[in-house]
Protein backbone atom coordinates (compact mmCIF):
# COMPACT_ATOMS: atom_id res chain seq x y z
CA UNK A 1 0.00 0.00 0.00
CA UNK A 2 1.39 3.45 -0.82
CA UNK A 3 1.73 5.49 2.29
CA UNK A 4 1.65 8.83 0.15
CA UNK A 5 -0.54 8.77 -3.00
CA UNK A 6 -0.45 11.86 -5.45
CA UNK A 7 -3.13 12.15 -8.28
CA UNK A 8 -2.66 12.56 -10.84
CA UNK A 9 1.72 11.94 -11.63
CA UNK A 10 1.56 13.94 -15.18
CA UNK A 11 -0.48 17.38 -15.57
CA UNK A 12 -0.23 19.56 -18.89
CA UNK A 13 -2.28 22.19 -19.11
CA UNK A 14 -2.32 25.66 -20.77
CA UNK A 15 -1.59 29.06 -19.37
CA UNK A 16 -4.18 30.32 -17.83
CA UNK A 17 -5.83 27.01 -16.85
CA UNK A 18 -7.21 26.00 -13.18
CA UNK A 19 -6.04 22.76 -11.97
CA UNK A 20 -6.16 20.69 -9.34
CA UNK A 21 -3.80 17.83 -7.44
CA UNK A 22 -4.47 15.60 -5.09
CA UNK A 23 -2.86 13.94 -1.59
CA UNK A 24 -3.98 11.35 0.42
CA UNK A 25 -1.71 9.43 3.18
CA UNK A 26 -2.63 6.11 4.82
CA UNK A 27 -0.16 6.55 7.57
CA UNK A 28 -2.02 8.02 10.24
CA UNK A 29 -0.70 11.52 10.51
CA UNK A 30 -1.48 14.66 11.38
CA UNK A 31 -0.21 16.91 9.19
CA UNK A 32 0.56 17.64 5.68
CA UNK A 33 2.83 19.47 3.49
CA UNK A 34 3.33 20.59 -0.13
CA UNK A 35 6.54 21.46 -1.94
CA UNK A 36 7.44 22.32 -4.99
CA UNK A 37 10.76 21.75 -6.41
CA UNK A 38 12.03 23.40 -9.76
CA UNK A 39 14.28 22.70 -12.06
CA UNK A 40 17.51 23.62 -9.96
CA UNK A 41 15.97 20.65 -7.88
CA UNK A 42 15.54 22.70 -4.78
CA UNK A 43 12.58 21.29 -2.32
CA UNK A 44 10.52 24.79 -1.09
CA UNK A 45 7.45 24.39 1.44
CA UNK A 46 4.64 26.22 0.70
CA UNK A 47 2.00 25.06 2.88
CA UNK A 48 1.60 22.59 5.51
CA UNK A 49 -1.50 21.57 7.31
CA UNK A 50 -2.15 19.81 10.88
CA UNK A 51 -5.49 18.13 11.05
CA UNK A 52 -7.10 20.58 9.16
CA UNK A 53 -5.68 23.67 10.12
CA UNK A 54 -3.19 25.58 8.08
CA UNK A 55 -0.21 25.82 10.12
CA UNK A 56 2.43 27.13 7.54
CA UNK A 57 2.28 29.34 4.75
CA UNK A 58 4.85 30.64 2.40
CA UNK A 59 5.14 33.49 0.38
CA UNK A 60 2.71 31.35 -2.48
CA UNK A 61 1.14 33.64 -5.00
CA UNK A 62 -2.65 33.76 -3.85
CA UNK A 63 -3.80 31.35 -7.09
CA UNK A 64 -2.61 28.36 -5.18
CA UNK A 65 -4.55 27.36 -2.39
CA UNK A 66 -4.51 24.13 -0.06
CA UNK A 67 -7.80 22.55 0.50
CA UNK A 68 -7.98 19.99 3.53
CA UNK A 69 -11.21 18.23 3.66
CA UNK A 70 -9.63 15.87 6.75
CA UNK A 71 -6.61 14.79 8.02
CA UNK A 72 -5.77 12.09 5.68
CA UNK A 73 -5.76 14.42 2.31
CA UNK A 74 -4.33 17.32 1.46
CA UNK A 75 -5.54 19.00 -2.33
CA UNK A 76 -3.42 21.96 -4.25
CA UNK A 77 -5.73 23.96 -6.53
CA UNK A 78 -4.20 26.42 -8.46
CA UNK A 79 -5.80 29.49 -10.78
CA UNK A 80 -4.79 30.93 -13.67
CA UNK A 81 -1.45 28.78 -14.41
CA UNK A 82 1.50 30.78 -15.10
CA UNK A 83 4.39 29.25 -17.18
CA UNK A 84 6.42 29.53 -14.19
CA UNK A 85 4.42 27.23 -12.28
CA UNK A 86 5.52 24.25 -13.88
CA UNK A 87 7.84 22.54 -11.77
CA UNK A 88 7.25 18.97 -9.77
CA UNK A 89 4.67 19.33 -6.36
CA UNK A 90 5.16 16.69 -3.71
CA UNK A 91 2.49 16.07 -1.32
CA UNK A 92 4.43 14.65 2.15
CA UNK A 93 3.14 13.85 6.12
CA UNK A 94 4.28 13.71 9.26
CA UNK A 95 2.96 12.33 12.31
CA UNK A 96 2.95 15.47 13.67
CA UNK A 97 4.37 19.18 13.55
CA UNK A 98 6.02 19.69 16.47
CA UNK A 99 9.32 18.44 17.21
CA UNK A 100 11.50 17.08 14.22
CA UNK A 101 9.10 14.60 13.17
CA UNK A 102 10.23 12.79 9.90
CA UNK A 103 8.60 13.73 6.55
CA UNK A 104 7.01 10.64 4.15
CA UNK A 105 6.94 12.25 0.55
CA UNK A 106 4.36 10.93 -2.13
CA UNK A 107 5.57 10.23 -5.63
CA UNK A 108 5.40 13.73 -6.88
CA UNK A 109 3.22 15.53 -9.68
CA UNK A 110 4.87 17.15 -12.57
CA UNK A 111 3.34 20.09 -13.80
CA UNK A 112 3.73 21.75 -17.12
CA UNK A 113 2.24 24.47 -18.41
CA UNK A 114 2.22 25.36 -21.86
CA UNK B 1 19.97 34.16 6.23
CA UNK B 2 19.93 31.10 7.17
CA UNK B 3 21.21 28.25 4.47
CA UNK B 4 22.23 24.72 3.67
CA UNK B 5 24.43 23.87 0.76
CA UNK B 6 25.54 20.46 -0.25
CA UNK B 7 28.70 19.65 -2.16
CA UNK B 8 29.54 18.12 -4.82
CA UNK B 9 26.95 19.01 -6.84
CA UNK B 10 27.49 15.65 -8.62
CA UNK B 11 29.96 12.99 -7.86
CA UNK B 12 30.38 9.92 -10.19
CA UNK B 13 31.81 6.91 -8.79
CA UNK B 14 33.08 3.45 -9.29
CA UNK B 15 32.07 0.50 -7.77
CA UNK B 16 33.58 0.14 -4.28
CA UNK B 17 35.10 3.15 -4.26
CA UNK B 18 34.34 5.01 -0.87
CA UNK B 19 33.57 8.87 -0.58
CA UNK B 20 31.55 11.13 1.24
CA UNK B 21 29.06 14.13 0.96
CA UNK B 22 29.10 17.17 2.60
CA UNK B 23 26.06 19.46 4.02
CA UNK B 24 26.95 22.64 5.62
CA UNK B 25 24.55 24.59 7.05
CA UNK B 26 23.96 28.13 9.07
CA UNK B 27 21.13 28.12 10.82
CA UNK B 28 19.93 29.84 13.94
CA UNK B 29 19.73 26.38 16.22
CA UNK B 30 19.38 23.01 14.77
CA UNK B 31 16.49 21.41 16.01
CA UNK B 32 17.49 18.83 13.58
CA UNK B 33 18.78 17.51 10.18
CA UNK B 34 17.56 15.15 7.79
CA UNK B 35 19.27 12.93 5.00
CA UNK B 36 16.88 11.78 2.16
CA UNK B 37 17.45 9.78 -1.13
CA UNK B 38 15.66 10.77 -4.42
CA UNK B 39 15.47 8.36 -7.23
CA UNK B 40 14.54 10.24 -10.71
CA UNK B 41 10.79 10.52 -11.03
CA UNK B 42 10.46 9.77 -7.49
CA UNK B 43 9.98 11.22 -4.03
CA UNK B 44 12.65 11.78 -1.61
CA UNK B 45 12.71 8.46 0.53
CA UNK B 46 13.73 9.55 4.25
CA UNK B 47 17.18 8.32 5.62
CA UNK B 48 18.45 9.83 8.59
CA UNK B 49 18.07 11.82 10.91
CA UNK B 50 20.25 13.56 13.66
CA UNK B 51 20.04 15.90 16.20
CA UNK B 52 23.13 17.18 17.89
CA UNK B 53 26.87 16.95 17.03
CA UNK B 54 28.92 13.93 17.44
CA UNK B 55 25.78 11.93 16.72
CA UNK B 56 26.33 9.32 13.96
CA UNK B 57 23.89 7.63 12.29
CA UNK B 58 24.22 4.03 10.11
CA UNK B 59 22.00 1.73 7.24
CA UNK B 60 23.95 -0.66 5.08
CA UNK B 61 26.43 1.31 3.02
CA UNK B 62 25.53 4.60 4.43
CA UNK B 63 26.65 6.39 7.85
CA UNK B 64 25.67 9.82 8.62
CA UNK B 65 27.55 11.85 10.71
CA UNK B 66 27.41 15.68 11.99
CA UNK B 67 28.95 18.53 13.56
CA UNK B 68 28.17 21.71 14.31
CA UNK B 69 28.29 23.11 11.10
CA UNK B 70 27.85 20.22 8.66
CA UNK B 71 27.11 16.85 8.20
CA UNK B 72 28.57 14.15 5.92
CA UNK B 73 26.85 11.07 4.69
CA UNK B 74 29.98 8.25 4.07
CA UNK B 75 29.19 5.96 1.66
CA UNK B 76 31.44 2.76 2.24
CA UNK B 77 32.13 0.80 -1.05
CA UNK B 78 29.22 1.65 -2.86
CA UNK B 79 26.81 -0.59 -5.61
CA UNK B 80 25.16 0.59 -8.76
CA UNK B 81 21.82 0.94 -6.91
CA UNK B 82 23.40 3.73 -4.54
CA UNK B 83 23.45 6.17 -7.62
CA UNK B 84 20.65 8.36 -6.92
CA UNK B 85 20.47 12.26 -5.60
CA UNK B 86 21.19 12.51 -2.17
CA UNK B 87 19.09 15.74 0.02
CA UNK B 88 19.69 17.10 2.92
CA UNK B 89 17.34 19.04 5.10
CA UNK B 90 17.39 20.82 8.30
CA UNK B 91 14.87 22.25 10.41
CA UNK B 92 15.73 25.49 12.11
CA UNK B 93 14.92 26.78 15.92
CA UNK B 94 14.07 29.70 14.40
CA UNK B 95 12.06 28.24 12.09
CA UNK B 96 7.99 27.26 12.15
CA UNK B 97 7.67 23.93 13.41
CA UNK B 98 7.96 21.32 10.50
CA UNK B 99 9.40 23.72 8.09
CA UNK B 100 12.73 22.20 6.44
CA UNK B 101 14.66 24.13 4.44
CA UNK B 102 16.53 21.90 2.06
CA UNK B 103 19.88 21.96 -0.06
CA UNK B 104 20.00 21.27 -3.61
CA UNK B 105 20.99 17.86 -3.56
CA UNK B 106 24.41 16.00 -4.63
CA UNK B 107 23.60 13.07 -7.82
CA UNK B 108 25.50 10.32 -7.14
CA UNK B 109 26.33 8.19 -9.96
CA UNK B 110 27.97 4.58 -8.99
CA UNK B 111 29.41 2.90 -12.21
CA UNK B 112 30.32 -0.78 -12.13
Known amino acids: DTAVSQTPKYLVTQMGNDKSIKCEQNLGHDTMYWYKQDSKKFLKIMFSYNNKELIINETVPNRFSPKSPDKAHLNLHINSLELGDSAVYFCASSQSYRGTDTQYFGPGTRLTVL | EDQVTQSPEALRLQEGESSSLNCSYT??????LFWYRQDPGKGPEFLFT???AGEEKEKERLKATLTKKESFLHITAPKPEDSATYLC?????????????FGAGTQVVVTP
Open chain 2, 50 to 52: LYS
Open chain 2, 27 to 32: VSGLRG
Open chain 2, 89 to 101: AVQAATDSWGKFQ
